[in-house]
């Protein structure tokens, strides 16, 4: 069964800083894996998708990229902003049509 | 140009109670999802449906849980008799399909339904 985790759970910075949230998977067999934002009360925004046998996607100040055979997604956020502020959310799919969700990291971007 | 809907937004009912959950894709989606998300729990994923295939509903917690999407378009999920630990928000997400091609996965969500079982 995959499982997916995200660390750190909880991450404050600076406005200004360059940030890096991480994610993990155990079963490398994905077909793709997607990062999306959530807004408090409001649903999920997609923010890049990457296909298995891509290393990265970039979307302005957003990069993230993808090591499949050791099931780790990074995402680079550069220049960060307070509108950055948010939990981020990794999804990954397998065979089958369901994304699983690691737990999220909730960002907090100081002015 | 209307993204994901659903509705209602809120809804407060009684355990036991049946409640249906409405969503509207984005117009010339053919792939529709259904996911749950609780607090302790993170988001699961429910149910798909894709074209006019036989729907996926591995995710779907237990028999008291249904979901039908009409004409392709517009789904409802059915929950049945529901129990307290039925309070999450639901979420449907609709994508163009993978038939689409690479692009074609992109989940877009709706803002969900949240759902408190008194």
């Known amino acids: 069964k995959q499982e997916v985790t995200q660390i750190p759970a909880a991450l404050s910075v600076p406005e200004g800083e360059n940030l890096v949230l991480n994610c993990s998977f155990t079963?490398?067999?994905?077909?793709?894996l997607q990062w999306f934002r959530q807004d408090p009360g409001k649903g999920l925004t997609s923010l890049l998708l990457?296909?298995?046998?891509?290393r990265e996607q970039t979307s302005g100040r957003l990069n993230a990229s993808l090591d499949k055979s050791s099931g780790r997604s990074t995402l680079y956020i550069a220049a960060s902003q307070p509108g950055d502020s948010a939990t981020y959310l990794c999804?990954?799919?397998?065979?089958?049509?369901?994304?699983?969700f690691g737990g999220g990291t909730r960002l907090m971007v100081k002015p | 140009g209307a993204g994901v809907s659903q509705s209602p937004s809120n809804k407060v009912t009684e355990k036991g109670k049946d409640v249906e959950l409405r969503c509207d894709p984005i117009?010339?989606?053919?792939?529709l999802y259904w996911y749950r998300q609780s607090l302790g729990q993170g988001l699961e994923f429910l149910i798909y449906?894709?074209?006019?295939?036989?729907?996926?509903k591995s995710g779907l917690p237990s028999d008291r849980f249904s979901a039908e999407r009409t004409g392709g378009s517009v789904s409802t999920l059915t929950i049945q008799r529901t129990q307290q630990e039925d309070s999450a928000v639901y979420l449907c997400?609709?994508?163009?399909?993978?038939?689409?091609?690479?692009?074609?996965?992109?989940?877009?969500f709706g803002p969900g339904t949240r759902l408190l079982v008194l």
């Open positions: 997400a609709s994508s163009l399909g993978v038939l689409a091609g690479t692009g074609g996965e992109t989940q877009y």
């Open positions: 079963d490398s067999a994905i077909y793709n």
């Open positions: 990457i296909q298995s046998s891509q």
């Open positions: 999804a990954v799919r397998n065979a089958g049509n369901m994304l699983t």
């Open positions: 117009s010339g989606h053919t792939a």
């Open positions: 449906f894709q074209g006019n295939s036989a729907p996926d």
